[in-house]
């Protein structure tokens, strides 16, 4: 059993609504803090949102997503799974941004998790827009390409916006890929719709190996077999999870910036991470969590029980003890 | 066909957003009026939520749900039930509960529907936290226990909280097993999910003979499969119906207490009291609605749908006019 | 390819967000306007709600709809099809109700309608509230009855409300009938569920031919059987769609004034106009989004959407051209 | 002391979010209910917007008024004085409304208030549009002309609307001056203020002799003055008060239609109520609130505050017993 | 000046919406921890309304506190105290409550704040409802009775509710002045207004000598005069403040469950407590934020500045360094 | 008068909640229309918030702003006003931003003035948050520096966040005084008030003669002697009216990203507008208006009402036909 000093605060203890809100009720240790190097994986959150080219807000997910997250408790109801008993959990605060230099803060945060992967930390990410995700593979995947699940409405594989912006949420895995922090041949991208502009991302994922798997297709084949299949594209890889709260319809999840219609439900959301347990995982994001447009805040309790499933599976998965 | 007293106001004489709001637009009878004696269901509010360790609100619920309430119309869209011309129903109005004392609130409420049994009315309650059903049994099945068909995320059957404490809305059918107010081997729970302390409720189900069927079965089976064997379970037997608005997934329910995701829709929702058709049904409640939570008033909305599907099958039932 | 005057103004010029909002962001064009003779199809406000006799607010529908229209894209990402290069589309305005006399707005909305049935433009109407389609289908229909795939939680086919009125948004279908605008034989009614006042409705279905599909048969058919069936009934005829948004569940699609649980999800919402391709339509409607009761704008976006998938069958369909 | 069966249900007895809500708690007494002879003043609903020329939303107001009323005790902080203890107060229920027919509704508000006034019972009145007060006056200034003190930041005394509309919530003063409903040279209007079509309603004013107060005078002056002037304006005679929410500075009242920036706080929109205590009061109304655009309720609850406000001075003033 | 370690997380280094959220950004000290030793003033929040007898939710105010908390920056812009240089803050955390049992938690909240004094650390609580005052006060001046300068539109001094309740939300200054923990000679409440249920709570006080200045008086002498005579009342003794937010006009706080209209604005709120300067101030909570009923989450922000003034005057006047 | 071309939509002819949403109901007036060289003054959109380092949402501003500016009729009711038959008022639209390149963005902001500038028309702007000013001042005051009447609870004179970040929203006038945009001692910001970091703007106001009227200050002395102040600063040179909806109270705009209480109400916030009828203005803006956080949307109205009441000054004031 891991150390009790992770240990999350009971409701019992203490009832869920109260106390400081930190990421599952863990102990909130800085990457300072002595106690980090025992930490196996660390909650972080990324709270800034300079790269979404339409409706504002994900630099509020980390903070909503902490308080809802307290509604957490210790055991995975339909797995068993008590992740902080298998593994060394704690909340390492939040990355620094600077709300009106993108350029500098993607610095900042590949820096922030260039030291978490260095002390063998694997990362589990509240973002923060979909841009989030290209500074922090740039530390995870600075020595060799990784493999990827992506759970999203869009593909985000456009080459530019506006006329030439290669920074926004639009394009974090164009870059990745370009960058060679991703093996696009293992990489598989789940749940895609909506309008587009023109198929410019699809031919783009048509040329470099990108499994797209669209809404339709989800829905026709079911979870089971979807997941198998992208389970085995990245077989036993070093691979990252990314999720797009938009993946689930926006019924679901209305706080997010780009939503499109005709997703999974809730209980679909959750099974798809469900069906990790044997991937090799460096790290997850749980990312465009948009508390703004999220008057009831069930769209960030949706958010932190999919970070809990996601904390279920790098506990309990083949690389849970990869960096003892 | 009953008694015209017990009509309620038609939208085409009066429109439903207009008027007194009472459940479902019925006359409210006091229990000491002398009409109450030809009441065959009664709908009972009890505004209490003393029970509730997490985020409170039920208090509020039976106002809400008579507000919504009185969107209902006459007849049953679905199986044509006309129940208001089959049985004489009635709003007897709220147990007057007290917000700062537990134990008293729960001898009134016994005591009031001791004196409902004893006119010989059904009672269809609208709570209130899932405590409440607790001392509704004591009077209910003062005489012998009784079975029950349980819909919720939780199964509610812990032995205490915060150390100690035997009276929360986690624990009222530990409770009731232990008074012998039920039957463990006639009761079947519906719909649980989500994370949990530990398995203390599951073990003491498996110990007594109580019936879990998780969410992920009853995904995995359907509405139809799950309720036979929930029909199955009761038999014949004199059985109460608790119906937790959790039951339902939180986007369809956002209004209440201990949300948990990856529940039915509210097709399934009103599918599953469909199937009580044939059930010997001697009470009924709706718990856990909680409107500082339910903004858009929907969840009271889908709340007062399901009581009416309830007052359906009670009024059509095979119990339907068993205290005549 | 189309006219580029009427293409939409692309995210990448112009972030969604901004601009004044106009239905797709395409051009405003009066019907005085000589560019009017080019349009093709037409997008139509008619911000009345007079019909309402339950909760009002679809006075506001076009506004919102308009507003949260600027989210779509070019191209349909599922279908491929890309409607404003396929035919061209502006926005026509709203038709001025006089909200404090319904029977002058009826006149209005016809005069309106005529005058863009002579100028050879197929319209898609933003409502407004149901009794909406009545005054439109008088201008289409003028000449010959056509056919109708309804898409609804109500018949509309009720004789009068409130002991005798006639014009309200329960009737509309039942004048149209009356007034030889409909072919009932060619007429289908989806989804209708919820409870009822009484038969009288579906007496009057029976008895002249409409065929209803309630949402019980809906749920075990599927979308692909019901629609299939659907199409057949219209056949190659002039078909006019009706969608109203309470069709939807209401948790998807809150902002309705008359809402009745246990309705489709939001890509079966949209799924059921995709099977229309093959449909002759004449003109369809998008009635009763309230946003007074849609604090979110989710129904808007969700409304927005249906009208999206709308316009790309009336474009590729095979009446896309028929004016021309 | 007053009959106990026309006291309020207590807090103590049964809390205030308990229980059927009815205005101020008080008993429900139909028109038809022998106990209505005892009535002296009658609270009455008008769930009717059909005037509405702008946002609807008031036909909803009677219901929240009542849910938000039962916030009300026995007794006035302020002025010490028990409504209930001094007069006999009852719930007397909602004229029923035709929605889709405007004049129908007005007929059936006059005939509701002839036979109120036929029983000697005063009515207070929670509306509906401001237009229910034409229908009212026409009851209660049948055989003579009666004054006015009129609270709202519109003077509603415009001719027509829409090019020619006779009657809508902008025109009932209008009408009821040329019906010899009011007497002008006794009218007061307090509050006017917003932007403004043109000068028309201000032209009539100035010509019959209505006295109108401006904002910007009643800012400069203070409550104290204005009301000083208000009160003689009507002397002794007999007095009708009207009581527009929007009266109100929308930051306090915004659940209204048509509201105007720049209004009074919360505590002068009482005080006017209390300078009214020696006024012969024959009648009173609130109307405008429009709980589609109160989300949060605090319309309804500043406007229950009103109403109380209002029937204390009914209760303690001169014409108190005019009708025993 | 005080210790770097206690000095709040800049804004400029991390933007106020990142982080974990604690009281004003200080760290957080456990009671357990060497460090509170240095603290001087201890920032604490009790999660609890078990008191509450009308609408619940303060349970839930310290977690949105510390949220909004976390947007005030370091310097008082008005009188320029900089309170975290002055003297040594943290956040102490939250004592915990058992929901479910209202002695228990009052027997907690009077351990924890006797270890609080004990350490000689003056505390700034976010409640909680008003009974929280009781329990501190027990721990605070259980060698001595102190003053209170209070802050309400309620006096709390009625004796029980629902006929024998001591403990609620309206009686604990009535248990305070009879524990001989207030001397009542020296306690003001100020802004006590709404209805009333009769003038128990009121004779009380005249019994007393407490001095009551209702809302009426307020308004008409102004912050300064009402405020030099509140401080001439305590002098310079020992005194507690106590701040509901229901004191504010509820527009300005709605988030509250007992709201009265007609009360102070948003300056007035503040200028009250800069005006007690000169007062020793022993301890201060700030109590009844109620965030289910704050959608907007307003009612925090203005609690948090109220705070934060608060926190001025207590590091800036007479008793700051009492017990260094 | 002016052009009838240029002149509103009457809510007599489509009701205020009809038609596409333009500023004000004006005609939409492309810059590279012919009609724009009759336009005298021109209301545009800058939907943007690059520089808004703590919550976004301004970039929503203009959008809302043109719905809710629907509201305002042709005459202002305080002043007598038409506007609209005073000069030839115009939408002009919205400029394009790049939502994630924020020094591109300044460029095209400044070209779109300077073209709206060499036509000769007085801007009237709805941002955006703060730092819009900034680009706007580089075009019209290109060629001299102007004075200002700057209204804001922030005096945005810091010279840099996040440790060297020079172009945010609380920059924009310390780079403006830099840039010798604005002489400073003709500069005037009233309203200042909120914690703060330090005194680094105060000091450089105090340093370059801009004259601060903190918030106290104002209450104090009143809007008469504070604005006469004010005019006297600026005289009859060229003045640039600068209004931050963050200056009114957060309760009457809560929908804006740095609120600070304690501020004016609604009837101040227009008051200090109309005592500029002597001023020459060259441009105002409205700026802050955040939607994201404006639920209800009464930030907007008092927004567009603040931008109605500029547009009357613009119109009716000395500098009315300068470019004629």
Known sequence: MSDTFFQPVSGFDLPRFAGVATFMRLPYVALDDPKVSDVQVGLIGVPWDSGTTNRPGPRHGPRQLRDMSTMMRAQNGATGVRPFELINCADLGDVAPNPADLMQTMSRVTSFYEEVKAKGIRPLTAGGDHLTSLPVLRALAKDAPVSMIHFDSHTDLFDSYFGGTKYTHGTPF???????????????QIGIRGTTYDNEDRDFADAVGIRVIPIEEFHARGVDSVME???????????????????????????????????????????VVRALEKVNIIGADLVEVSPPFDQSGNTAFLGASIMFELLCVMASGPNAHSSD
Chains 1, 2, 3, 4, 5, 6 share one sequence.
């Open 174 to 188: 164009r870059r990745a890929v370009e960058e060679n922090l991703l093996d696009p041949k293992k990489v598989v």
């Open 229 to 271: 299949e992208a389970c085995e594209i990245v077989g036993e890889t070093d691979t990252y999870i990314s999720y797009d709260i938009d993946f689930v319809d926006p019924t679901f999840a209305p706080g997010t910036g780009t939503p499109e219609i005709g997703g999974p439900n809730s209980y679909q959301a959750i099974q």
